[in-house]
Structures are given as structure tokens and as C-alpha cells.
């Protein structure tokens, strides 16, 4: 038996500005709740077949590296969803990276880390 991930909870500072950006981000689909948090569906797609994203407010801001971070692959050119991810908010971070690995940091307006792929994972 084996588990998958079926979600990714993200804590935030502004849910507003989260759900926006993220929303954004993925083309997802959101439904606010009244708790202060926000979860974001895959759109189009069958459950379960991509994780969702839950936005969880904290009150609080971000405090150090990320433990955990999303891998984000484009479905066109990685480039061009870096350039269109920073018109929406995100912003180039510098994690130690070297300049020829196969992905581009980036972090989203609160300041969470996470990559864009040059393209999909492969064993």
C-alpha cells in the first residue's frame, strides 16, 4: 500500500493576496471558506488527478527557508511562465543556485520559495 499527495497547504499571511496570485499561478478554481482560509481545485480536471492547494491563514509572516517547496512545470516554455509568474507577483530569489541547474527559484508574494522546472521530472 502506498499514499499520494493529494494536497499542499500553504500558510499565509494575506489570503487575499494568495488567492489571487495562486489562483493565478495554476488556473485553479477557488472556494473561500469562511475560516479564513481558501482551498484551490484543479480545474478541468478529475479529482484526484492533481493535488489541490489550501491556503491556510496564519496571521503571521513567512520565517525562514521553506522545508518544503512546489516543483511547478510549464505546459509551454519555462521561460515564458517564469516571465508571466513575475507579472503576477513572484520574484526571483537566489538560494545558493549556480546558474546551470534545470529549473529557476522563484518566490511567491509572501516570500514561499518554489521552482519552475526546465521541464517534467524524469527517473
Given amino acids: 500500500m502506498a499514499v499520494h499527495v493529494a494536497q499542499c497547504t500553504i500558510d499565509v499571511e494575506d489570503l487575499d493576496l494568495m488567492v489571487a496570485f495562486w489562483s493565478a499561478a495554476l488556473g485553479y478554481e ?57 507579472d503576477l507577483g513572484a520574484r526571483h530569489v537566489d538560494v545558493g543556485q549556480t546558474g546551470t541547474e534545470g529549473f529557476t527559484v522563484l518566490a511567491d508574494p509572501e516570500g514561499n520559495e518554489f521552482c519552475v522546472l526546465d521541464g517534467p521530472p524524469t527517473r
Avoid: C, F, M, Y
Fill in 30 to 86: 477557488v472556494e473561500q471558506g469562511d475560516d479564513g482560509s481558501a482551498k484551490l481545485w484543479p480545474s478541468g480536471r478529475p479529482s484526484g488527478a492533481a493535488p489541490t492547494i489550501w491556503l491556510q491563514g496564519s496571521g503571521t509572516p513567512k520565517q525562514g527557508k521553506n522545508r518544503l517547496h512546489l516543483d511547478l512545470v510549464a505546459d509551454g516554455d519555462p521561460q515564458a511562465e517564469v516571465r508571466r509568474l513575475v
